[in-house]
């Protein structure tokens, strides 16, 4: 916040009395921040003040007690107040808004299934990698001469922070937390071609945050056609209409940590009793109709305590 100072001079001019203070959130306000300025005021009743607010030289409100407004950060932007007291005092104050368009963008290191639109999301043990990227940069992807500081859940991380170090690769623990990445991106002095760069890219100076939800691991099951192959478009949820004379079911894991889905270790069993292990897929013939049985998948990722999956699925035979 700031104060103005008290204002008095000679020739009768009247002291100005009322102390200002000024709150601004956000404190540091990024592209597309919605910006709320709001005044507080000891001496005169906010009621009875006229504030007119300017935005890049334009009215944008005035009113007996408006002493708050709100507005949409897109670009450089200068806002300025003027407060007229019911005595006839007058204080102005300026801010200028120069925002950096700096954003950090992840990737989680986890597997998903063949087709799946989705993204891959970031599960306890798994590794995130992030980019910090400053959009209004020349070329956003080759930043260079930036020195950058990352930080986890408010902790500096000076191993992997320095000139150049756009790029912070995060190994999951044990926690079930959701950690909290800055990552600070200052703009150092270059030269080229034997003379100094001044440009806008060299006097960056902000700070972009993210935080990485956690969260569970899953499987999805495919029925596998001998003419069609996998199925990915049928999803089999929770029971299987097993109405052919035989059937082959493909299990993919869905945000394990592993290359590929050969790489988890499988345990299928039908009505608790273990029939299979070590593959994605499993074949059974029908013996009889009009019977349901429960058939049970466990995956496990073999370096991972907690990336594990059990499942199961409903046999119906049923015409």
Avoid at 151 to 176: A, P
Avoid at 238 to 252: C, G, P, R
Avoid at 289 to 316: A, H
């Amino acid at each position: 916040f700031a104060q103005t100072p008290e204002l008095s001079g000679p020739n009768g001019v009247k002291e100005l009395k009322e102390k200002v203070y000024f709150d601004v959130l956000p404190t540091r306000p990024r592209v597309g921040d919605t910006v709320e300025i709001s005044t507080e005021m000891y001496g005169t009743p906010i009621k009875d003040a006229l504030f007119t607010w300017y935005v890049d030289g334009k009215e944008y409100e005035k009113g007996i007690g408006r002493s708050k407004i709100s507005f949409f950060l897109a670009k450089k932007t200068t806002v300025r107040l003027v407060i007229l007291t019911g005595e006839g005092s007058a204080t102005e104050e300026v801010w200028n808004f120069n925002p950096q368009n700096t954003v950090i963008v992840w990737e989680s290191n986890t597997y998903t299934p063949p087709f799946y639109k989705g993204k891959s999301l970031y599960t306890p043990e798994s590794s995130i990698i992030l980019h910090a990227l400053n959009l209004d940069a020349k070329n956003p992807l080759t930043n260079n001469y930036y020195n950058y500081n990352w930080k986890v859940d408010g902790k500096v991380i000076g191993e992997e922070s320095g000139v150049g170090r756009n790029t912070y690769i995060y190994q999951g623990d044990l926690l079930l937390q959701e950690p909290y990445f800055e990552v600070n991106m200052t703009g150092i002095s270059a030269f080229r071609n034997g003379s100094r760069d001044t440009g806008s890219d060299s006097q960056i100076d902000s700070t972009a945050a993210i935080r990485v939800q956690t969260f569970d691991t899953n499987v999805f099951m495919y029925e596998s056609t001998p003419l069609l192959g996998i199925l990915f478009t049928q999803q089999i949820s929770d029971t299987f209409k097993f109405i052919k004379s035989e059937a082959t079911l493909v299990a993919y894991p869905l945000y394990f940590g592993i290359p590929s889905s050969l790489s988890g270790v499988y345990k299928w069993s039908v009505n608790n009793e273990l029939i299979k292990e070590n593959t994605n897929s499993i074949s059974f013939k029908k013996t009889r109709d009009n019977e349901e049985s429960i058939l049970s998948l466990s995956i496990e990722q073999p370096r991972s305590l907690l990336q594990s999956r059990d499942i199961s699925y409903i046999i119906d035979t049923t015409r």
